[in-house]
């Protein structure tokens, strides 16, 4: 087995936690923004009949989901046709395209499921994915057709660092009730019956986002507000200024995805976030928790 991808710590880790070696991938852009994704192979052959796994992570705050996914597809095109690898599986640990899982208003795409289509043409037998935010279709495997879709949890990473910090009286709180579940499942794992979730609309025009809080008991109590994904940070930042001003001693912002367009840091901090957790599934050197151990398990049990 070999995993190729940019010879970082994450897939270095991976490939030893799987026995695989690495080899390594060089990003160039051009100046017009067109991508040409290198495998740094030693021998023309050096791939042939090997199984592969494609292991690429989108780069955190300056990331273009589109460049990222043309990298993906390009590179799945060269191993399949011209490098001549037997099987090959692809870890996207953010899979872009994921929140478009319904056809919310008439004449937009199924991106999600378009996506999962286009990486299985490619020739992508298995694709690993964290936390897919899908909540309108049933599983990320559905999304595929031919391929296998493997959806590892990204939360375990994130309670595993929290139960390390010793909260005071933790309560979890999910700034929309899609979060419910993950907040559920991080205030089982630290022992705490105490969880909620906000209500939250967004204008799909717009992308406005409006939070009805709900009161809560956090005086004097640490608060965890916990999501999948932040991008913008707006959902974030309503939810942390909310329990900050309900008395919270200190609030982590906990979240899988570190997709942090723009000010989103700055507007959670600014809201008055404590501490960030995020999890490496981009590329940003502030995630203190890895899921690769989580990819490594999946990978192993295959
Ligand atoms: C959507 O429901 C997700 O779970 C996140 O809450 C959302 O993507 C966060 O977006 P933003 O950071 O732009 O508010």
């Not at 880790?13 to 923004?33: C, E, H, N, T, W």
């Amino acid at each position: 087995m070999i995993i190729v991808g940019p010879a970082d710590d994450f897939n270095r880790d991976l490939a030893s936690k799987i026995g695989a070696s690495l080899v390594d991938m060089q990003r160039r852009v051009f100046p017009d923004g067109e991508l040409c994704p290198r495998i740094k192979i030693k021998e023309e052959d050096q791939l042939k009949g090997e199984e592969v796994i494609l292991s690429l992570r989108m780069p955190s705050k300056s990331c273009n989901p589109n460049s990222y996914l043309i990298e993906v597809l390009l590179t799945i095109r060269n191993l399949r046709e011209h490098m001549g690898a037997s099987n090959i599986q692809v870890i996207m640990p953010y899979f872009p395209y994921a929140r478009q899982d319904n056809i919310f208003r008439p004449g937009e795409p199924l991106s999600a499921k378009y996506v999962a289509n286009l990486l299985e043409e490619a020739g992508a037998e298995r694709v690993y994915a964290v936390t897919v935010h899908l909540h309108r279709v049933g599983s990320f495997p559905g999304l595929f057709q031919k391929a296998q879709g493997v959806n590892v949890s990204g939360f375990p990473s994130l309670a595993q660092v929290l139960k390390r910090m010793d909260l005071v009286n933790p309560y979890i709180i999910a700034p929309d009730e899609e979060a419910l579940v993950w907040a559920k499942e991080v205030a089982e794992y630290l022992g705490t019956d105490d969880y909620t979730a906000f209500i939250k609309e967004r204008d799909v025009e717009t992308g406005e986002i409006k939070t009805t809080i709900k009161e809560i008991d956090v005086k004097g109590r640490d608060a965890v507000v916990i999501d999948d994904i932040v991008s913008t940070g707006g959902t974030m930042a309503n939810a942390v200024r909310a329990v900050k001003e309900m008395g919270a001693r200190k609030v982590y912002s906990a979240f899988v995805h570190p997709v942090l367009v723009g000010n989103a840091l700055d507007r959670i901090i600014g809201a008055g976030a404590n501490e960030i957790i995020a999890a490496d599934t981009l590329i940003w050197e502030g995630s203190k928790a890895s899921v690769v151990d989580q990819l490594a398990e999946e990978i192993k049990g295959k």
